[in-house]
Every structure is written in C-alpha cells, then in structure tokens.
C-alpha cells in the first residue's frame, strides 16, 4: 500500500509539474505574440499620425507600403508577409489566452460563496472581455479599411486618407474607435506588465516599478496616439 501510496503522490508530482511548465510555455507564448503585436500597433499609429500632414503624405506612406521591396517583392507583398505574421501571432495569443483561462477555471474546483471584487479580479476580467471585445474590431477595422473598404459616407474607398476623414467624419464610428482604443490601452496594461513578470524581468522593487511604469506609459501612448486622427476629424481640424 506503501509503494501505491508513494507511486501515486510521484505520479501527481510529474503530471503537476508538466502542467506548470506547460503554463509557463503558453504565458511565454502570449508574451512573444504580444510583443508583436505592440512593435505592429507602434508603426500603423505613426502611419495614422501622417493624416496631420495631410492628404499627399498620408497617401505616400501608404503607397510605399504596397511598393515597398519592389522588384524582389510583389506588389503589396510587404504587407501580406505582415498580415500573415500577425494573423499567426493573433491565433497563437488567442488560443494561449483561451487555455489559460479554461485551466484556471477547472482549478476552482469548489466555487466562492462570497466573491471579492479585488483588483487583481477585475484586471484579469478586464483582460478577457477586453481582448474579445478587440477581436470582434478587429474584423470590422479590417472591413472597413483594408479587405471590404466600406465607405459609410457613400464616398470613395480608393484613396486611403479620404476612407479615413469621411469614417472619422461619422460621430458613431469615432465612438466605436475610441472605445476601442480605451479597451486597446487596458489590454497594453496590464498585458505589459503580465508578460515582464512572465519573463523575469521584475526580480526586485526596482525593476517591477519600472516595469509598472513602462507599462503604463506605453499604454497611454499608443491608445492616446491612436485617438488623436479620430478626434481631429471630427472636430474639423483634419479636413479633405
């Protein structure tokens, strides 16, 4: 009985640790995939932040994109190899994501009766609607701008800076959009400071309140940087 006893406990130990590092892969994974995703969101807000130079330079950058690596690449093959790096990176982050959540709900075996709203609560809620919430814009972002062009003006879908001042011009989209980008900046939040944890980057007080920082920091730049073009649209500055 001795043995069994013993057989079992180190049966559970081996099933316990394969579990943990597979955990610890999937987070290291969601990390990676998420840093591709930041490096990404960092250079399309510069390509946004070009409408303040107008139509011609907005237009040029996003010409330059599609003729970019030309002979050697095809036309717009620049940005096919980016769409399928991020759609491999977004499926990577989802499915981490989805497994993650399901091991820690099968954890809790035995329900609270009494639920704490803590922060910590809230944050990871916030990180799963979140994310869903910029899945489903993503598909209409996408819609809009790149594979449909829809034009909810009724104007043009052909020139990229005119798609962009007549969606912005409509009071409803901007909301959306910048929803969006207040759900984009808490997902950055906490999903930066997540992953420096999950790398080892926040080993003393020092290095986790930087880490806190930088996150936050981050965050408020690329959601605020993004807001900016919708913003300046509707209030009459950025103009055809």
């Not at 399309?44 to 237009?59: E, I, K, S, T, V």
């Not at 599609?66 to 399928?84: H, K, Q, S, V």
């Not at 989805?98 to 009494?114: E, G, N, P």
Request: aromatic share 12%.
């Amino acid at each position: 009985m001795l043995s069994v006893a013993i057989q079992n406990s180190g049966t559970t130990l081996v099933k316990g640790a394969r579990a943990t590092q597979s955990t610890i892969f999937l987070k290291i994974l969601m990390a990676a995939s998420g840093t591709i995703f930041i490096g990404f969101v960092l250079v399309h807000m510069y390509g946004n932040l070009r409408a303040f130079w107008g139509h011609d330079a907005y237009d040029a950058y996003a010409e330059g994109l599609r003729t970019f690596g030309t002979p050697d690449l095809p036309y717009g093959g620049l940005l096919w190899i980016i769409r399928a790096v991020l759609v491999i990176s977004l499926v990577v982050h989802v499915y981490c994501a989805a497994t993650l959540w399901r091991r820690a709900k099968r954890a809790r075996t035995i329900q609270y009766q009494v639920k704490k709203h803590t922060g910590a609560i809230f944050a990871s809620r916030l990180m799963r609607w979140g994310g869903v919430t910029l899945l489903v814009f993503i598909v209409w972002h996408l819609l809009e701008f790149t594979v449909g062009k829809i034009n909810v003006a009724g104007g043009a879908t052909n020139d990229p800076y005119n798609l962009v001042v007549d969606s912005f011009n409509t009071w409803w989209l901007t909301l959306i959009y910048l929803v969006a980008m207040a759900m984009l900046g808490a997902h950055l939040h906490h999903g930066i400071w997540s992953a420096t944890q999950t790398l080892g980057l926040t080993g003393s007080e020092r290095s986790r309140t930087l880490a806190k920082r930088s996150a936050f920091v981050l965050a408020v730049v690329i959601a605020g940087g993004f807001s900016l073009v919708p913003i300046f649209v509707l209030a009459g500055v950025i103009t055809k």
